[in-house]
């Protein structure tokens, strides 16, 4: 029997639609309500979504098109410029999540290797996850949002 990928988008797009504008008028994070919607609507409590190879295709489009974005409007020379002070940021930015999810997994069982490829996946998710949150709060024309982008990316280049 054939997935109902529609209704599985539709009812993504409605639901998380929802929250997010619930959250924009209260001043969070949009992209806080769509992680909690993705594990509330998926197996792991509802079930109403499942994974599929077209959710993953528009996960990747998604995070390509939101790095592609930010690329396009980020300043060379103000780039530049954030990058010199942003070292510091760029260490403890890859070091603390890599360092956490590395132990999170070693503790849950893995063997050290595959714990090691966990620590190095969820340090690259923190750079799309930080810039998402910083357009949701209109930060990223500030000057902290073009250290905190000239970091990430000198993590994961």
């Known amino acids: 029997m054939e997935e ?53 295709i528009l996960a990747q489009m998604g ?39 590395t132990l999170v997994a070693t503790a849950f069982g893995l063997p050290p290797i595959t714990a090691l490829l966990v620590g190095l996946v969820m340090t690259a998710t923190a750079v799309v996850i930080t810039i998402k949150t910083l357009r949701d709060l209109g930060l990223q024309d500030t000057r902290m949002a073009r250290v905190i982008i000239a970091s990430s990316s000198s993590t994961t280049s």
Do not use: K
């Not at 993504?12 to 309500?33: H, K, N």
């Not at 390509?64 to 103000?78: A, C, I, N, S």
């Open 4 to 56: 109902p990928i529609f209704q599985h988008l539709l009812i993504l797009m409605v639901v998380i639609w929802s929250v997010a504008v619930l959250l924009r008028r209260i001043g969070l994070p949009t992209i806080l309500g769509e992680l909690v919607m993705g594990v509330v609507l998926g197996p792991a409590v509802l079930g109403w979504i499942t994974p599929s190879e077209i959710i993953e």
């Open 63 to 101: 995070i390509f098109f939101l790095m592609l974005h930010t690329g396009v409007e980020t300043e060379p020379r103000e780039f530049y410029a954030a990058m010199r002070s942003s070292m510091g940021i760029a260490v403890v930015g890859a070091v603390v999540p890599f360092t956490v999810a």
